[in-house]
């Protein structure tokens, strides 16, 4: 059994921080791409970072560069993302999704977790 479990948000101020840990269960990420997506309010998931099995990241979210960073610990079958300088925009439900080795768009990943709220007040 394939299983992605979210945890780590909540409510945040502007500017403030938070982590978000996704641990995958039943398969292993040397052959599987992990990563990040979100569903804000009205909007269609959009993709933040995802790992492929390689390890190469792809960062699809111009929005967040230079104020989000994804990591993997990889013997704990975990990973992360860490968000800083946080906005409003920025709220949203952050999803862990996956498939066999190559990251795509939200459309094509094949497993989902149940998502994590993330709320930024002004």
């Known amino acids: 059994q394939l299983q992605l479990v979210e945890s780590g948000g909540g409510l945040a101020q502007t500017g403030g921080s938070l982590r978000l840990s996704c641990t995958a269960a039943?398969?292993?990420?040397?052959?599987?791409?992990i990563g990040w997506f979100r569903r804000a309010p009205g909007k269609e998931r959009e993709g933040v970072a995802c790992f492929s099995s390689n390890g190469d990241i792809i960062k699809y979210a111009d929005s967040v560069k230079g104020r989000f960073t994804v990591s993997r610990d990889h013997p704990k079958n975990t990973v992360y993302l860490q968000m800083d300088k946080l906005k409003p925009e920025d709220t949203a439900v952050y999803y862990c999704?996956?498939?066999?080795?190559?990251?795509?768009?939200?459309?094509?990943?094949?497993?989902w977790g149940k998502g994590t709220q993330v709320t930024v007040s002004s």
């Open positions: 999704a996956s498939q066999g080795h190559s990251c795509s768009t939200p459309g094509v990943m094949d497993y």
């Open positions: 039943g398969f292993s990420l040397d052959y599987y791409a």
